[in-house]
């Protein structure tokens, strides 16, 4: 048997699909696992199970999994001997407290005796003490957000991402806990022959990640104001410029960051460039 990386992923869930998406964009197919617990790739020695994602920070400590791909909250919520590799970009969201609207909130101290439902205790219990607070923690597995209409508690802890949920459930956001996203995550025992393959996963991922937060610009300009738009667009190293047949005039080509193309688009058509032109980058290996 070739020896393979296991990676755990999220059996269903908010994890799943760009776990999965993100594996195929490095080139890792997998034999289709709906219904599987287990399933192979056909072009790289790796194996993925599917998991209950508040399972999977123990499997990773057991080395049942060498690594997965899991949000940071649950990672900090088990406190289990795992390592963080790399942040992945997708699932943001954050861990706050949150208390019915009609409440006239002034400070952590709000949640002194009072009840607060949650499915992260461990998080809310070092938010507690970090704030010198005493509380009832009410642990629940699923809708917390319904626990202060039902009677169940004075305030919940629980992720938000968009914040309708908790607006539709008549709360407000009073404080943010801490931040989370997806991440790669690894057990401390991996062999060596593991950690290389570990290795060049890593590598994939980070040029896939790269290409996602950048996007390809090509744009014409005049030659005279070729060194003013360099200054704007510093480009990877640094950009490919290009002579067009038009005397005077010359074709320049860079990477920018996806949020800066909005950023600078009205100093380049100042500059004078024309017919410009922003396509997204398949892999960015820097
Ligand atoms: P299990 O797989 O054990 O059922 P779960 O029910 O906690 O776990 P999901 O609700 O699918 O699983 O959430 C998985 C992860 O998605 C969360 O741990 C968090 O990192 C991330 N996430 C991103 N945005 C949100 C959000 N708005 N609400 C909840 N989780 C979110
Ligand atoms: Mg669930």
Redesign the pocket.
Known sequence: MPIKLKIAV???????EDSLKLLKECGISINDGNDQLKASAKNFPVEILYL????IPQYVADGVADVAI?????VIEKRKDIRLVERLGF???HLSMAVPKGVNYEGPSFFNGKRIAT?YPNSLSDFLKKNNLEAEIHEI??SVEIAPNIGLADAIC?????GS?LFSNGLKEVEVILK???CLVAGKNISPEVQEILDNLLFRFRAVLASRNNRYILLNAPNEKIPEIIKILPGMKSPTIMPLIEEGWSSLHSVIGETDFWAVIDQLKACGAQGILVMPIEKMVL
């Open positions: 999220q059996k269903s869930g908010r994890l799943t209950r994602n508040s399972d899991l949000g940071e909250n649950v699932s943001k969201c499915s597995s699923g629980d992720l938000v991402s968009t949920t989370s996203e997806a």
